[in-house]
């Protein structure tokens, strides 16, 4: 909402406090004349540049703190810093009683090399994935081959999908007959399948973001070009679902009613990624297990491994009506075999995602051997 109305209706309000405030008198202006706003005010700019870094370093395997406490302690932390960082650095640097001229260049040049070096240590992402996500945009520099012989991969599904993007990419380099362009990954959508899902014990509806996925899919394959159409999914469908969230009966994978809606949410995306003119390779979906409920002390458990089987086999039996255009490799299996199991927290830090490490792994092995046999078209 915030790209659909919502910056100028922050930009409205906040023009609105301001006129509040020009009088002395008005219940805004006392408000946040109280001193502890006025001093949250002073290192506010600091606070913005330290939060970031302390709210990554501060996480939930490190302080052992559930997400109330954690969060606490994340701003109590985030202030504190700000705080020191206003009396001892920024208010010094201002009336430039810091340091010399020389020392203080030099103190900033080291200070922007920590800052750098602190950003890259608590990222995410690796220096090697900010790297690839460069090198994926310049011209491929591998052996000569020309763009018509080369296959155009894209990856389709949801976040599952999206963390398998840095092997992909790793994989299409070093062969030099493939090459990746844009794909679509929708975080959380899944196959749209109209209705609610159970998402923490409250039952969500994506409405509007998540509709119309095959089209969109659809749209991507063909604007780019893809010839070859990377797709896992599954997360959202193995969660239970209603048609009506107050009334409605509630049901998974494995009742033939929802067994349908997702039947026929798979065959209308296979079918819009054949109608754009790739050939579409679908992962099985791996074991999974949900994200930490709200307040919950102990770890989440796995999802129902019958609900898992059931979606894979429902893939299996839609590729198997198209089978000229559609293949089924099993990640699932791939992954049970790691010698950490599935549900490595190196790889698969929350049971669900894979790391940049666990992607690079799968395509470097089996996954790429079998996604280089797959892509080839059929003799």
Same mark, same amino acid.
């Given at each position: 909402?915030?790209?659909?109305?919502?910056?100028?209706?922050?930009?409205?309000?906040?023009?609105?406090?301001?006129?509040?405030? %020009?009088?002395?008198?008005?219940? =805004? @202006?006392?408000? !946040?004349?109280? $001193? +502890?706003?006025?001093?949250? /005010?002073? *290192?506010?700019?600091?606070?913005?540049?330290?939060?970031?870094?302390?709210?990554?370093?501060?996480?939930?395997?490190?302080?052992?703190?559930?997400?109330?406490?954690?969060?606490?302690?994340?701003?109590?932390?985030?202030?504190?810093?700000?705080?020191?960082?206003?009396?001892?650095?920024?208010?010094?640097?201002?009336?430039?009683?810091?340091?010399?001229?020389?020392?203080?260049?030099?103190?900033?040049? %080291?200070?922007?090399?920590?800052? =750098? @070096?602190?950003? !890259?240590?608590? $990222? +995410?992402?690796?220096?090697? /994935?900010? *790297?690839?996500?460069?090198?994926?945009?310049?011209?491929?520099?591998?052996?000569?081959?020309?763009?018509?012989?080369?296959?155009?991969?894209?990856?389709?599904?949801?976040?599952?999908?999206?963390?398998?993007?840095?092997?992909?990419?790793?994989?299409?380099?070093?062969?030099?007959?493939?090459?990746?362009?844009?794909?679509?990954?929708?975080?959380?959508?899944?196959?749209?399948?109209?209705?609610?899902?159970?998402?923490?014990?409250?039952? =969500?509806?994506?409405?509007?973001?998540?509709?119309?996925?095959?089209?969109?899919?659809?749209?991507?394959?063909?604007?780019?070009?893809?010839?070859?159409?990377?797709?896992?999914?599954?997360?959202?469908?193995?969660?239970?679902?209603?048609?009506?969230?107050?009334?409605?009966?509630?049901?998974?994978?494995?009742?033939?009613?929802?067994?349908?809606?997702?039947?026929?949410?798979?065959?209308?995306?296979?079918?819009?990624?054949?109608?754009?003119?790739?050939?579409?390779?679908?992962?099985?979906?791996?074991?999974?297990?949900?994200?930490?409920?709200?307040?919950?002390?102990?770890?989440?458990?796995?999802?129902?491994?019958?609900?898992?089987?059931?979606?894979?086999?429902?893939?299996?039996?839609?590729?198997?009506?198209?089978?000229?255009?559609?293949?089924?490799?099993?990640?699932?299996?791939?992954?049970?075999?790691?010698?950490?199991?599935?549900?490595?927290?190196?790889?698969?830090?929350?049971?669900?995602?894979?790391?940049?490490?666990?992607?690079?792994?799968?395509?470097?092995?089996?996954?790429?051997?079998?996604?280089?046999?797959?892509?080839?078209?059929?003799?």
């Amino acid at each position: 909402m915030l790209y659909r109305g919502g910056f100028l209706a922050y930009a409205a309000l906040s023009a609105a406090v301001i006129a509040a405030c %020009l009088s002395d008198r008005g219940p =805004v @202006a006392r408000l !946040l004349s109280w $001193s +502890p706003l006025r001093w949250v /005010g002073r *290192v506010s700019y600091g606070a913005y540049l330290y939060h970031w870094p302390l709210f990554l370093v501060l996480d939930e395997a490190r302080t052992g703190c559930g997400p109330g406490a954690l969060f606490m302690l994340r701003v109590a932390a985030t202030l504190g810093l700000a705080g020191l960082s206003y009396t001892w650095v920024e208010e010094p640097l201002r009336r430039g009683r810091l340091l010399p001229a020389p020392w203080f260049a030099r103190t900033m040049t %080291l200070g922007g090399t920590a800052v =750098v @070096a602190l950003a !890259l240590a608590t $990222s +995410p992402v690796t220096l090697e /994935g900010h *790297v690839d996500a460069i090198t994926d945009h310049l011209p491929f520099a591998g052996p000569a081959v020309g763009e018509d012989q080369q296959q155009r991969f894209a990856i389709f599904g949801d976040s599952m999908a999206y963390t398998l993007w840095p092997g992909l990419g790793s994989w299409a380099k070093e062969n030099p007959g493939a090459r990746t362009v844009k794909g679509l990954p929708v975080l959380g959508c899944g196959l749209g399948t109209p209705g609610f899902v159970s998402v923490h014990g409250s039952w =969500v509806d994506k409405g509007r973001r998540c509709a119309d996925i095959p089209a969109r899919w659809r749209k991507v394959a063909e604007s780019n070009e893809a010839n070859v159409a990377l797709v896992l999914v599954g997360a959202r469908e193995t969660r239970d679902w209603t048609e009506d969230r107050r009334n409605g009966t509630v049901r998974a994978l494995g009742d033939p009613v929802f067994d349908e809606r997702v039947r026929e949410a798979i065959g209308a995306a296979m079918d819009a990624l054949i109608a754009s003119g790739a050939r579409v390779v679908w992962l099985t979906v791996p074991p999974l297990k949900r994200a930490r409920e709200k307040g919950a002390t102990q770890p989440p458990e796995p999802v129902d491994p019958a609900r898992v089987e059931r979606m894979n086999q429902l893939i299996e039996n839609e590729a198997a009506l198209r089978a000229d255009r559609v293949q089924v490799l099993d990640l699932a299996s791939i992954i049970q075999q790691w010698p950490g199991g599935a549900f490595d927290e190196a790889l698969r830090h929350d049971g669900i995602h894979f790391s940049d490490k666990a992607a690079r792994k799968l395509f470097r092995g089996p996954l790429g051997e079998e996604l280089a046999r797959a892509a080839r078209p059929p003799a």
